[in-house]
């Protein structure tokens, strides 16, 4: 196929070869795979670039940065070498003659790891890192592997579309890995220090840090030379996203049983000692319930209510077009797979290709492993979401695999939301904007008050 980029395509494409480092921050739809492309072509065509190492999740690792490559005309001369599976299959893959390595960032450390191992230099003197936003935890193992590896590169090329999706310190670690600190500092402590302050804490614990005045500001203003953002709805005429929430209730059992699992549970936690670990359990545990089961000591699975079960049947039923389903937890993957005709898991490639051909009825996915790089817009425009997840950017990426550029429906979004249970809160944290682990923190609170009362 012959590429005709847009306008604003060729702007990001210049701004890519222009810079040594460069931070797409792009929202989804607007091709970040084949504007990433389009530039490394030209690159290696002017003798800038030899050798390329893309770092995706593991679905787009399998089949985005291919796929673009073989769909476009003038991509389609590209060696591209994927390092998945087995070590032995990684060792012969990272070998062989291409121009892309793709891996998925699992392997990161096994890969730097190997290249120690062996007494090899760093081979790739490009680095495309696809949801540069999977990287902003600076104390994980794939960070600080590819943190020793930064001087042996020339071009480092971030892409997202959620740059800070839980807030402003989650840009440091990502900022880090294109300029290794120069704009936002050498550590986290230290851009810490410069841009925030203290929230609430016991003693001194701090568990959340609040922005200083001014701070967005300053810090925009000290990455803008090395980042592009656009938002899709400034470049693209895309179609309409209807969202619902169908409500379903609690039989009396059932509501006796979550009621006393949250009364139990939430005033058993000290007021001064709510840790982000203590709250998500907790709110693991009653979204497990609203969904219709709970898992105990033993990880065993207990059938609470079928509500939400349902809900999703009534809407199969109902549905003009192939339904795809985001679930939460095992439990729920399971029950839908039993019950709902015609369901089947996203796995593969093939998977992705019946899909798009209509030839699945409802297709199951988890927003973790299939929210990125995914193109499922051809094959059905009905999204139900069994169970929210706690990341809004895991919710916006996912909605993106129906609600994007090739669409030729409105976008039907169902939430399936249990009432009365916690099911709410995290909708209204979602639709602020605001899933950070102190609005997961106050919405226990918020429960425990209620409990008091």
């Known amino acids: 196929m012959k590429y005709q980029p847009h306008d604003y395509q060729k702007r990001a494409v210049r701004f890519i070869k222009e810079h040594n480092s460069a931070g797409l921050f792009l929202s989804m739809g607007l091709g970040k795979t084949v504007i ?49 599976g ?45 949801e540069l936003s999977s990287f902003k935890n600076s104390q994980a193992k794939r960070f600080k592997a ?57 003693g001194y614990v701090v568990y959340q840090w609040k922005p200083k005045p001014g701070a967005l500001k300053f810090i925009t203003k000290r990455i803008s030379d090395i980042t592009m953002s656009m938002e899709a709805k400034d470049y693209l005429s895309l179609p309409d996203l209807v969202e619902s929430i169908i409500s379903v209730r609690l039989d009396p059992k059932a509501k006796k049983v979550y009621d006393t699992m949250e009364q139990e549970a939430v005033l058993s ?5 709510v840790t982000a670990m203590a709250a998500a359990a907790v709110m693991s545990k009653l979204l497990q319930i609203a969904n219709g089961f709970v898992y105990d000591d033993k990880h065993g699975e207990h059938p609470i209510h079928t509500a ?7 809407i199969v039923e109902q549905s003009d077009s192939p339904v795809l389903v985001f679930y939460s937890f095992q439990a729920d993957k399971e029950l839908i797979l039993r019950e709902v005709k015609g369901s089947r898991m996203l796995e593969s490639d093939k ?52 609600h994007r550029q090739g669409q030729q429906y409105p976008v039907l979004v169902y939430h399936i939301l249990t009432e009365g249970t916690v099911d709410g ?17 106050d919405v226990l609170k918020d429960r425990k008050r209620r409990w008091k009362k």
């Open 86 to 130: 087995s070590a032995k299959e990684r060792e012969a893959a990272l070998k062989a003659k291409a121009d892309i390595y793709v891996i998925n960032r699992e392997n990161v450390v096994w890969l730097c790891e190997y290249l120690a191992k062996n007494k090899i230099r760093w081979p790739f003197d490009c680095m495309v890192i696809d």
């Open 425 to 441: 809160q995290v909708q209204k944290s979602l639709a602020a904007k605001d899933m950070t682990q102190s609005a997961l923190i």
């Open 308 to 314: 939400k079960l349902e809900a999703l049947q009534e």
């Open 351 to 402: 998977d992705i290709t019946d899909w798009n051909r209509g030839r699945i009825p409802v297709l199951l996915a988890h927003p973790a492993s299939a929210g990125y790089g995914l193109n499922l817009q051809e094959g059905g425009h009905v999204m139900v979401w069994y169970g929210l997840p706690w990341s809004l950017e895991q919710y916006q990426q996912a909605t993106a695999r129906l």
């Open 146 to 202: 590819l943190r020793k590896q930064l001087p042996f590169i020339n071009r480092v090329i971030g892409l997202t579309g959620t740059p800070a999706a839980n807030g402003l310190m989650d840009l440091w670690a990502e900022m880090y890995l294109l300029d290794r600190g120069v704009r936002l500092g050498g550590s986290l402590t230290a851009y810490r220090q410069q841009y925030f302050k203290p929230g609430y804490g016991n």
């Open 36 to 84: 990433t492309l389009t530039a490394i072509s030209d690159m290696m065509e002017e003798l800038e670039v030899y050798r390329v190492l893309v770092i995706a999740p593991l679905r787009v690792a399998e089949d985005t940065w291919s796929r673009e490559s073989e769909k476009w005309d003038h991509l389609k001369y590209l060696e591209i070498s994927k390092i998945l």
């Open 269 to 273: 936690m000290d007021e001064e000692e």
